[in-house]
């Protein structure tokens, strides 16, 4: 056989272990893997001291094109995340206008994403109060799963994303179960943190500990809770997203062995900053749920060493320098963190912590590969995609702001050092970032279905 590519020399990841073998492949999928690979190949990549991994599959990204393009586009949130050795995204229902809540704005952002992706991508479906009758379409078009907010959006903007009250959450979880279509909640408690939140600006409290505590661990608990128990009652497949807290966590794990299907993401900036080291980076730091107090991050350290967390994700919520300035309260509320994923949590988990390299796969690839019914996704295994990437583990840099592809080039990452590094992504075969070329070739990102 003659190869497409072959990969040698290389520690590769496989679902239980990591082994000395060559890669190859063909016809972008994964062809051979054996322990010395003799055939012929058109190029070879060699790994020598390098982890061969799957590429991450980030299920949790804002791109807001169309409508709010200068947020973020395709084509600048897919070179972000390449660099950062993620291989596949599934993009949110919200931040572009008009927000994926029928057919109509989802082939707006079907046609937008064409010939702009370096990386394979697909979307969410969103659930609000106006679209009960609309879930079976977006459904139908494709959609990977649906998104609904607990927590409080506030806007005013014509298009624009609404959270659900509990009949809209009912129904549409009793709809979902009927589609078989997984509902993923952004879960707080809705009067509790935007009361505590107008009382702390009132009161001038502006510090990251003030911050958290506006929007305390038992209203991420409570949010849960009730997702759960609307979960039970329909029947409908349930996933938490950005869970920053261990009480969150173990009340999830608890309705898990009662028989719920619920599983449980969490995101790198729960781990890599605490509240008390937010107002050093400034609002670059804020987001929903906030970055934690150190107490509450070592219990999620906990849950994640293990096992208690499903999956990694960036949500990767990217603004405008201006939206980043004031004060937490009046600052945009999202960070830019598509091009840190796996190099900094490889950093935290494997090489500070001992995480086995096998596991970090299954968080950031095999996990949420399963989980979205991606099957030919999210593992090293012959006739799986040949999305893979290359970490060095022996490699340090700095975040500096002119090596960020983001269209607006802010992160709260800026000047953290990180002792990892993505050197190669590989989406179906094909180099679409190489450390030292930078971005290489044009746009090849084809849209996922689930099957």
């Avoid at 600048?76 to 950062?84: F, I, V």
């Avoid at 935007?194 to 409290?205: D, N, Q, T, V, Y």
């Avoid at 099957?375 to 700095?398: F, M, R």
Wanted: with cysteine.
């Amino acid at each position: 056989m003659t190869f497409d590519l072959v990969i040698k020399n290389g520690n590769v990841v496989l679902r239980d272990g990591v082994y000395k073998v060559d890669i190859g492949i063909k016809d972008e999928k994964i062809s051979c893997i054996a322990e010395q690979i003799t055939g012929d190949a058109k190029e070879v990549i060699d790994a020598t001291g390098q982890y061969v991994m799957p590429g991450m599959i980030d299920t949790h990204v804002h791109i807001s094109e169309p409508g709010r393009t200068e947020w973020e586009g395709f084509e600048t949130g897919s070179k972000s995340l390449a660099a950062g050795g993620t291989t596949s995204y599934v993009e949110m229902p919200l931040n572009a206008l008009p927000a994926t809540i029928n057919k109509e704005a989802l082939d707006l952002k079907l046609e937008a994403a064409i010939h702009q992706n370096y990386v394979d991508y697909a979307f969410y479906g969103g659930l609000v109060p106006e679209n009960l009758d609309k879930l079976k379409e977006l459904s139908d078009a494709g959609v990977l799963a649906f998104k609904c907010f607990l927590s409080d959006i506030t806007s005013d903007v014509p298009g624009d994303f609404t959270n659900v009250d509990d009949y809209t959450l009912y129904k549409g979880m009793q709809k979902l179960a009927e589609l078989d279509q997984l509902l993923c909640i952004h879960a707080e408690n809705p009067s509790v943190t935007s009361g505590l939140s107008k009382e702390f600006a009132r009161e001038g409290k502006n510090s990251g500990v003030e911050y958290a505590e506006s929007r305390p661990v038992f209203t991420e608990v409570e949010a849960v809770q009730r997702a759960i128990l609307f979960a039970k009652e329909t029947g409908c497949k349930l996933h938490l997203v950005h869970i920053s807290t261990s009480e969150a966590i173990q009340t999830i794990l608890k309705a898990r062995a009662e028989g719920v299907d619920v599983t449980v993401e969490s995101c790198p900036h729960y781990f890599a900053f605490t509240a008390e080291q937010v107002d050093e980076i400034g609002p670059r730091a804020k987001c929903q749920p906030p970055i934690r107090k150190a107490e509450d991050q070592a219990k999620l350290w906990d849950e994640l060493l293990n096992g208690n967390i499903d999956w990694l994700t960036s949500d990767h919520s990217p603004c405008t320098e201006d939206l980043k300035q004031g004060n937490l309260w009046e600052a945009w509320g999202g960070i830019s963190g598509a091009q840190n994923n796996v190099d900094l949590m490889f950093d935290l988990a494997v090489k500070q912590r001992g995480l086995p390299v096998h596991k970090f796969v299954d968080l950031i690839a095999t996990n949420p590969a399963e989980r979205f019914n991606i099957t030919y996704k999210g593992e090293i295994a012959v006739s799986k995609d040949a999305d893979i990437i290359l970490v060095d583990p022996n490699q340090s840099y700095v975040v500096k702001r002119e090596d960020l592809y983001y269209k607006n080039k802010h992160s709260a990452y800026e000047g953290r050092k990180i002792d990892c590094r993505v050197t190669k992504t590989i989406v179906r075969g094909n180099v679409v970032f190489d450390l030292e070329k930078g971005i290489v070739g044009s746009p090849i990102g084809k849209l996922i279905s689930a099957k």
